[in-house]
């Protein structure tokens, strides 16, 4: 059962545009949201995070949204640089219980 | 420039044998995490630790798979037999204190076994 889900496994955007990679989750005892990116043959790295107290968290080209009645988050790139293709992995926890991974978004960026 | 080492990188390894693959956490860190890394399921926790401690290893096969931190500047993933099904990338990450705080991801093993 999963309980962090990216249903979208790829994603193209053009150089310039906003990117959204889409995350939703089951379990509402989630409260501390995070992204991470992911280049070829490294580990993935901290991107982005955000609590169940807010609903927006901002750094720089990167915006996280979250919306907790619909059980669902989402990170905009704007704008989109070839640099940012990566894959994308939302994570989630409660309580003190680890991080839960969804599967990850592979986002390309078009020059 | 702290950052989380694992060794070796990749290992090619016949069905049978025993790999082992080793982590050393960001100096301070107290918190070690193991993943795997597969196209069909992601990114699943195997085990972490906490000052030491194995605090969860409920994502490990047990048969086969075994977690240690021998000391805290050490790591170890041991996987007797390996089986083709095995062949994955192994992550390791450290973090401070809370297992629910933000993760240090190493480079990875990435392990094939024919």
């Known amino acids: 059962d999963q309980q962090v889900k990216q249903n979208s496994p790829s994603l193209s955007v053009q150089e310039g545009r906003i990117s959204i990679l889409n995350c939703d989750y089951t379990?509402?005892?989630?409260?501390?949201f995070l992204w991470y990116k992911k280049y070829p043959a490294e580990g993935p790295t901290f991107l982005i995070s955000i609590s169940s107290i807010k609903d927006k968290n901002e750094d720089g080209r990167f915006t996280v949204f979250l919306n907790k009645s619909a059980k669902h988050l989402s990170l905009h790139i704007v704008p989109s640089q070839p640099g940012d293709s990566a894959v994308y992995f939302c994570a989630a926890s409660g309580g003190n219980t680890p991080l839960v991974f969804g599967k990850g978004t592979r986002l390309s960026v078009i020059a | 420039d702290a950052r989380v080492t694992q060794t070796p990188r990749d290992k090619v390894t016949e069905m049978g044998q025993e790999v082992t693959m080793r982590c050393q956490p960001i100096?301070?860190?107290?918190?070690v995490f193991w993943y795997r890394q597969t196209m069909m399921q992601g990114l699943e926790l195997l085990a972490y630790?906490?000052?030491?401690?194995?605090?969860?290893d409920s994502g490990m096969p047990k048969d086969r798979f075994s977690a240690e931190m021998p000391d805290a500047t050490l790591a170890t993933l041991k996987i007797q037999p390996s089986e083709p099904r095995d062949s994955a990338v192994y992550f390791c990450a450290s973090g401070l204190s809370s297992a629910a705080g933000t993760q240090y991801f190493g480079p990875g093993t990435r392990l094939l076994v024919l």
């Open positions: 630790f906490r000052n030491r401690a194995p605090l969860d």
């Open positions: 100096l301070g860190h107290n918190t």
């Open positions: 379990n509402s005892m989630f409260d501390y």
